[in-house]
């Protein structure tokens, strides 16, 4: 491998270090062989529910060179968001913390295109794409190849000394690039995430029936909820932390240093009585920038309805 591939990964790993990502790894783009298998099996089982968008673009969803021409590498970039403080009534309902600050898309995505434009820079003319959970990639799978950890037991990406709380995003970029080993799988025999799942969604390891999922009903689920859900729901509102709260992994997460993320005070503060009542006025001023937004003030009412009974 010529010796400027190494030089290369390493002027763009150390770019991503200052742009404030927590990992930064290189893949090779190709076909995803043994994901484009398992996810055609999911599919087929219904297991994506009425997230019916799952079904499209399958043939780019497996394979980056469909939606790059040209591309020849995958760089995967994690983004820490383990807050430092969490919402302090504890019977108010339960917002993920992947939603306590301004909505992700944006703040990774202007940090990718920072990253490219810094690639253009220093290494010459690179025809590349920034992705964020917003196009047909398999973020996870490609974050797993780039050696910056490893697909846990209850679908996240976990990274050693470090947990699950992370972002990822992906630039899919038409130059060669010296690439990362994956890393080492260290879920042993535990089984806390899978076992502690109130609604018995990880029906086996790394397979997720996202129907039975919390975080799928509160966000993607529009429809009336199943009654049969209420008592598990454990009074969850937006998104669900259970499964990543009890990995042994994220016992050494460590709070984010991006002020972007951090939550509104005053959200933080709402007693249950206050989300319970909670205006659109209010809605509005408290989530204008997160990725609550996306659910809608009548989606996160439809929720909060549902777990008063």
């Not at 995958?74 to 301004?102: R, W």
């Not at 992700?104 to 010459?124: C, P, Q, S, W």
């Amino acid at each position: 491998m010529p010796c400027y591939l190494n030089k290369y990964a390493n002027l763009i790993r150390a770019k991503a270090r200052d742009l404030g990502f927590s990992g930064c790894g290189i893949s090779a783009a190709g076909f995803l062989d043994h994901e484009a298998r398992r996810l055609d099996k999911w599919l087929k089982a219904g297991m994506h529910g009425s997230m019916h968008y799952l079904e499209n673009n399958f043939d780019k969803r497996v394979d980056p060179r469909k939606l790059v021409e040209g591309a020849k590498s995958v760089i995967s970039v994690l983004h820490n968001y383990f807050p430092s403080k969490v919402q302090k009534d504890p019977e108010a309902p339960v917002l993920s913390k992947y939603a306590y600050g301004t909505d992700y898309h944006f703040v990774l995505k202007d940090k990718l295109r920072e990253l490219l434009a810094f690639m253009n820079a220093t290494i010459g003319e690179i025809k590349g794409r920034a992705f964020v959970d917003s196009a047909p990639v398999m973020d996870r799978a490609w974050a797993a190849r780039s050696g910056t950890g490893w697909i846990g037991k209850n679908t996240n990406l976990l990274v050693k000394g470090a947990g699950s709380f992370f972002f990822i995003g992906e630039l899919i970029v038409d130059i060669e690039l010296a690439t990362d080993t994956p890393a080492k799988d260290l879920c042993g025999n535990c089984r806390l995430c899978m076992d502690s799942c109130p609604t018995g969604a990880i029906i086996a390891p790394r397979e997720l029936d996202a129907r039975r999922c919390i975080s799928y009903l509160t966000v993607e689920y529009r429809d009336q909820l199943p009654a049969e859900m209420r008592d598990k729901m454990q009074n969850r509102v937006f998104g669900c932390d259970i499964c990543q709260d009890v990995c042994p992994h994220n016992r050494k997460a460590i709070p984010h240093n991006e002020p972007l993320f951090n939550p509104d005070p005053e959200m933080l503060e709402m007693s249950s009585e206050d989300w319970h009542g909670m205006e659109r006025r209010l809605f509005n001023r408290h989530f204008a920038r997160s990725a609550v937004k996306r659910a809608g003030y009548k989606q996160i009412k439809r929720n909060i309805e549902f777990l008063m009974g």
